[in-house]
């Protein structure tokens, strides 16, 4: 995976470069994660415009969380698909939540991958990666920090 440097987005990584089990390499400008583009700079968008051929944006987070900070999408195609509903997994980054609110981590990743809901919401996003039209451009997928979600859904992908 490469880095890329912004400065309004943070946890920013094209795909491009892994290498797969047969041997191919995942092209750059295609499959970009990153966290959640609610400070997103207009200069910063337009370099993954420019640079990295964004086409598309694909949100993971919750309602609440986009309600609570919505993205910048700068008139990018921009799905929101949320993997889970923040209700039934006991989670969000919503600022009234208290720590202690929060499952474990162990227990959220075995919710988000058995949960008939999420494994739905999962489908959906990679539906959408896979059938992007990449002579468009590229596509990103993001949720709040950029990890968990996105790590999920990167793995899936590759």
Same mark, same amino acid.
């Given at each position: 995976?490469?880095?890329?440097?912004?400065?309004?987005?943070?946890?920013?990584?094209?795909?491009? +470069?892994? /290498?797969?089990k047969?041997?191919?390499?995942?092209?750059r /400008?295609? $499959?970009?994660?990153?966290a959640?583009?609610?400070?997103?700079?207009?200069? #910063?968008?337009q370099? &993954?415009?420019?640079?990295?051929?964004?086409?598309?944006i694909?949100?993971?987070?919750?309602g +609440?969380?986009?309600?609570? &900070?919505?993205?910048?999408?700068?008139g990018?195609?921009? $799905?929101?698909?949320?993997?889970?509903?923040?209700?039934?997994?006991?989670?969000s980054?919503?600022?009234?939540q208290?720590? !202690?609110?929060?499952?474990?981590?162990? #227990? $959220?990743?075995? %919710?988000?991958?058995? #949960?008939?809901?999420?494994?739905?919401? %999962?489908?959906?996003?990679?539906?959408?990666?896979?059938t992007?039209?990449?002579?468009?451009? !590229?596509? &990103?997928?993001?949720?709040?920090? /950029?990890?968990?979600?996105? /790590?999920?859904?990167?793995? &899936?992908?590759?």
């Amino acid at each position: 995976m490469i880095p890329i440097e912004l400065r309004s987005v943070g946890n920013i990584r094209d795909l491009g +470069g892994t /290498g797969m089990k047969n041997g191919s390499v995942i092209r750059r /400008g295609c $499959l970009i994660r990153s966290a959640h583009l609610g400070y997103a700079a207009q200069a #910063d968008i337009q370099l &993954l415009r420019d640079e990295h051929r964004l086409s598309k944006i694909i949100d993971l987070r919750t309602g +609440g969380e986009r309600s609570e &900070l919505p993205d910048h999408s700068f008139g990018i195609e921009h $799905l929101r698909l949320p993997i889970f509903n923040e209700f039934k997994a006991g989670i969000s980054h919503e600022t009234q939540q208290k720590q !202690s609110d929060i499952p474990r981590m162990e #227990d $959220l990743y075995r %919710f988000i991958m058995t #949960d008939a809901d999420s494994v739905a919401g %999962f489908r959906n996003v990679l539906k959408a990666i896979f059938t992007h039209d990449y002579r468009k451009g !590229s596509v &990103l997928w993001h949720c709040t920090e /950029g990890k968990d979600r996105c /790590g999920i859904t990167s793995a &899936l992908v590759l």
